[in-house]
């Protein structure tokens, strides 16, 4: 069974600093990749993913990740945050079929990380 | 583009009756949407997949009889919650996901917080 685990529960840091967000996965085949960030208030919204290509990804506002295979990650990168980056970040994966390169479909969720930047 | 919207937003019911959620994709067509609960400072869990013009799949541990779903066309999916009770109360979320073999990519609904008194 697929398994998505996020290493940080919260996360505080000063406007300016470098964030990364880890993500592992446990899943024996090709996956899809996905962080989605919750602005307070707000719903989900996709921030980033990852299908295939380069692992290195660029995501909305600033956001990267990069996948790495070997060691079945995916974290989130960004150089310097800012006090308008607060919110719960999820990282996120799906199986993806073989056949037509769609996924099963479902999402498995992390269980979030919740980012405090202090002004 | 990719906008998802969920109706109500908010929905206060007593227990014993019955809440209907309706989930739209507003300007794609999904022929597959998902529903999610949220519990308090924790993520998601997936509890159904919606399929249009098909039955739903639903998650293990997820009853069938009481979260009924809907998916009558390529727009919108429903849950209504039958015969609701204060552990049904929760924050139910959609997301749509659009069709196209390549897309993959699931939007997800401002999500409907059901309080069952």
């Known amino acids: 069974a697929q398994s998505v685990s996020q290493h940080n529960h919260h996360v505080i840091l000063s406007e300016a600093a470098s964030l990364e967000l880890g993500c592992n996965y446990s899943?024996?085949?090709?996956?899809?990749l996905f962080w989605y960030v919750q602005y307070p208030g707000q719903h989900l919204q996709l921030l980033l993913k990852?299908?295939?290509?380069?692992?290195l990804v660029k995501g909305i506002k600033g956001f990267e990740a990069e996948f790495i295979k070997s060691k079945f990650s995916f974290n989130l990168r960004k150089p310097s945050v800012q006090w308008s980056d607060t919110a719960e970040y999820f990282c996120?994966?799906?199986?993806?079929?073989?056949?037509?390169?769609?996924?099963?479909?479902?999402?498995?969720f992390g269980k979030g990380t919740k980012l405090s930047v202090k002004p | 583009g990719a906008v998802v919207s969920q109706h109500p937003s908010r929905v206060i019911c007593k227990s014993g009756t019955s809440v209907k959620i309706e989930c739209r994709s507003l300007?794609?067509?999904?022929?597959?949407m998902f529903w999610y609960r949220q519990f308090p400072k924790q993520s998601l869990m997936l509890m159904a997949t919606?399929?249009?013009?098909?039955?739903?799949?639903?998650e293990q541990g997820v009853e069938k009889d009481k979260f009924l779903i809907n998916h009558a066309s390529l727009t919108l999916s429903t849950l209504t919650v039958t015969s609701a009770h204060p552990e049904d109360s929760s924050f139910y979320i959609c997301?749509?996901?659009?069709?196209?073999?390549?897309?993959?990519?699931?939007?997800f609904g401002p999500g409907t917080r059901l309080t069952v008194l």
């Open positions: 997301s749509a996901r659009e069709d196209s073999p390549k897309a993959d990519t699931q939007y």
């Open positions: 899943y024996g085949g090709t996956v899809n």
């Open positions: 990852y299908f295939s290509g380069d692992p």
């Open positions: 996120a994966v799906n199986a993806r079929r073989m056949n037509y390169g769609g996924s099963q479909g479902n999402l498995i």
């Open positions: 300007d794609f067509q999904a022929t597959t």
């Open positions: 919606s399929n249009e013009g098909s039955k739903a799949t639903y």
